[in-house]
């Protein structure tokens, strides 16, 4: 099928402009060569290219486009199909944008097309074109630095009275920057068989043991969260106040623990549901919902009540940095919760360059293997960012 692939990259500093000349040439015959065409914008720092022709090989070229150091940070914004290629005529051809007005490059845009139709800018991969030439986006084309920038420091918690054979997982939810632990989140270990005989009791009756364990080793300024099926309040008779006795007999306040409910989790009854968190609220816990974008509620289940929290889901953080369309939803969800004033967190980090995206973007809450391990040995190993710049040689 053809294949239209369209991405954003920022020329290294100091290039030769005869560098970016001879690339064009040499991908011009390189593309004709695997009978694919294209476009590329150039503004003096940024390039947009559009490549079109048989999906295996425009996913070829992509490839080797990738690991050419003549530019960094290439973000693909569109990968899509087409039944007609836009740009026919040539392998790759350049255009300048700082040679001509916005008219005149959308002009020169337009009269290299290929199509039987008279191309026009309500063409989705065109529209790319459009807010590139206008510069209309250039404050979110973050210029990230090079991953070995950062090193990582270690630090460990001691929480060897945690017993391995309660926990199954534990991280940390930290401000890497600021250096600061906001919460610690706790998984308990399951046993199938006793979830399949009842779930619900279950769910609940595991969060004694895990807030007992957080109220062992967390200062008075941390917070503790736990994870709860929506239904578990609803099905499970008295079940805010048997939480509320854990927390107390777990030397906690109810303000140190954040109920994290799933998003793909959210059942129905919403509007029973969110009365139970307005109760759970009334009490002083706090409210997140995790695994936030790939569910079934989505901006729906935000307008039946805000969480204090949205922890995103790690598919959606993945390989963010490179990724133009979750970078559109990302930021998109961050500008709601500026709105809301409700805290967006990134879960499942895992690369630097992941991290230097969503700090970037404006996210300052983390979780994920990037910054905490939990080893089983009895020690939370924390991990902070440390810029090489300070680092005396």
């Not at 295996?56 to 569109?78: G, P, S």
């Not at 139709?117 to 090079?146: C, G, Q, V």
């Not at 949205?310 to 598919?315: D, F, T």
């Amino acid at each position: 099928m053809l294949t239209t692939l369209i991405y954003r990259s920022h020329l290294r500093a100091d290039t030769p402009i005869q560098s970016i000349i001879d690339m064009v040439s040499e991908a011009n015959s390189r593309n004709e060569c695997a009978g694919v065409t294209g476009v590329l914008l150039f503004n003096g720092i940024h390039f947009l290219q559009l490549l079109e022709g048989d999906e295996a090989a425009v996913m070829q070229i992509y490839e080797k486009i990738c690991l050419d150091t003549l530019h960094f940070n290439i973000v693909e914004l569109l990968s899509d199909y087409a039944p007609y290629r836009r740009f026919g005529r040539s392998g790759m051809e350049l255009i300048d944008i700082r040679l001509f007005s916005k008219e005149e490059c959308l002009d020169r845009v337009l009269q290299r097309g290929t199509t039987q139709h008279k191309m026009l800018y309500n063409d989705r991969a065109l529209r790319f074109f459009r807010t590139f030439i206008d510069s209309a986006e250039t404050d979110s084309y973050y210029e990230l630095p090079d991953r070995y920038s950062w090193f990582f420091s270690s630090d460990q918690i001691n929480v060897s009275s945690v017993d391995p054979d309660i926990i199954e997982d534990m991280h940390a939810v930290i401000d890497p920057l600021a250096a600061q632990i906001h919460s610690f989140v706790l998984n308990a270990k399951s046993d199938n068989d006793v979830i399949k005989a009842n779930n619900l009791l279950f769910d609940l009756e595991s969060k004694k043991d895990l807030l007992k364990i957080a109220g062992g080793f967390i200062t008075s300024s941390q917070r503790v969260s736990i994870t709860l099926l929506p239904l578990t309040l609803l099905r499970v008779p008295n079940a805010i106040e048997i939480l509320l006795d854990y927390i107390r007999e777990s030397n906690l306040h109810p303000e140190q623990v954040l109920v994290e409910f799933s998003e793909s989790e959210i059942i129905p009854e919403i509007d029973e549901f969110a009365h139970s968190v307005q109760i759970l609220k009334s009490c002083g816990l706090s409210v997140a919902i995790n695994d936030f974008g790939v569910g079934n509620a989505g901006l729906l289940f935000l307008s039946k009540f805000q969480p204090e929290k949205l922890k995103i889901h790690p598919q959606l953080i993945h390989n963010i940095h490179k990724d133009g369309s979750k970078q559109a939803i990302l930021q998109s969800l961050i500008r709601c919760g500026e709105l809301l004033e409700i805290r967006i967190c990134a879960t499942g980090v895992e690369q630097p360059e992941e991290w230097m995206w969503l700090e970037s973007a404006g996210i300052f809450c983390f979780q994920g293997n990037l910054f905490s391990k939990y080893d089983k040995n009895g020690y939370l190993k924390i991990f902070w960012p440390e810029s090489n710049e300070f680092i005396e040689c």
